[in-house]
């Protein structure tokens, strides 16, 4: 089997694209997010459909063929990790000054290009979300990067992440310990079945600026 082999899909994909499993001594399955578990180890589309249902199908016991044991959450305790993970690069990230914090700090990153991402917390009022949003709008219309925003963590996690108070909005700048953030935000996202919505938005600007020029 290839190294880099969904076990439900057959499809070979970049490491970033999966998540490696390899079993424990106890013959658990064991995710291996950072990927340096030893062992032999099989591969699973990095989402939690594809997880749930290598599961649900015993495939993790053909992969290995070998009896293991499942973890009756293993899509939770993927989630569990990512998030960890993400939020502890955050941290990072913010005592390397990377991330700047509060809805004013964080339109003014995103109006003059320095925001690499947002990140809004679960309970963001929508007028917050929206003011922020048409920053990013008006930034891509201007020849700008089109920076994405998420809304993946809540408030109290993102404040003890980050080491602040009432945590709301929150804009990661485009430096080193910035683009580490974004690779682990990114990988939790798309587990989660990504930003639709916002993905919609991008596609609509890209829309309007078409149209625009369409008509010149």
Same mark, same amino acid.
């Given at each position: 089997?290839?190294d880099r082999t969904c076990i439900v899909t057959r499809r070979q994909a970049e490491a970033d694209e999966l998540i490696r499993f390899v079993v424990g001594p106890d013959s658990a399955v064991v995710p291996?997010?950072?990927?340096?578990?030893? @062992? !032999? @180890?099989?591969? /699973?589309?990095?989402?939690?459909?594809?997880? *749930?249902?290598?599961?649900?199908?015993?495939?993790?016991?053909?992969?290995?063929?070998?009896?293991?044991? /499942?973890?009756?959450?293993? @899509?939770?305790? /993927?989630?569990?990790?990512?998030?960890?993970s993400a939020l502890g690069m955050l941290g990072l990230a913010r005592k390397a000054g990377a991330v700047v914090l509060g809805a004013a700090?964080?339109?003014?990153?995103?109006?003059?290009?320095?925001?690499?991402?947002?990140?809004?917390?679960? *309970?963001?009022?929508?007028? @917050?979300?929206?003011?922020?949003?048409?920053? !990013? =709008?008006?930034?891509?219309?201007?020849?700008?990067?089109?920076?994405?925003?998420?809304?993946?963590?809540? *408030?109290?996690?993102?404040?003890?992440?980050?080491?602040?108070?009432?945590?709301?909005?929150?804009?990661?700048?485009?430096?080193?310990?910035?683009?580490? /953030?974004?690779? !682990?935000?990114?990988?939790?996202? =798309?587990?989660?079945?990504?930003?639709?919505?916002?993905?919609?938005?991008?596609?609509?600007?890209?829309?309007?600026?078409?149209?625009?020029?369409?008509? *010149?």
């Amino acid at each position: 089997m290839n190294d880099r082999t969904c076990i439900v899909t057959r499809r070979q994909a970049e490491a970033d694209e999966l998540i490696r499993f390899v079993v424990g001594p106890d013959s658990a399955v064991v995710p291996d997010i950072k990927r340096n578990l030893p @062992g !032999r @180890g099989c591969w /699973v589309t990095a989402d939690r459909l594809h997880i *749930e249902k290598a599961a649900a199908k015993n495939l993790f016991a053909r992969a290995f063929k070998a009896q293991v044991t /499942v973890p009756a959450d293993i @899509g939770g305790m /993927v989630d569990g990790l990512l998030s960890r993970s993400a939020l502890g690069m955050l941290g990072l990230a913010r005592k390397a000054g990377a991330v700047v914090l509060g809805a004013a700090k964080v339109e003014g990153a995103v109006r003059d290009g320095q925001a690499l991402l947002v990140l809004h917390a679960t *309970e963001a009022s929508n007028d @917050g979300v929206r003011k922020i949003s048409q920053a !990013r =709008r008006a930034t891509v219309h201007l020849g700008g990067p089109a920076i994405l925003a998420y809304k993946l963590f809540p *408030e109290a996690e993102l404040s003890l992440a980050l080491g602040g108070t009432n945590v709301i909005h929150a804009a990661v700048l485009a430096q080193d310990a910035g683009l580490a /953030v974004e690779k !682990r935000v990114v990988a939790l996202d =798309r587990y989660r079945g990504g930003t639709p919505n916002d993905l919609a938005m991008l596609a609509a600007v890209a829309d309007e600026d078409d149209a625009a020029e369409d008509m *010149e």
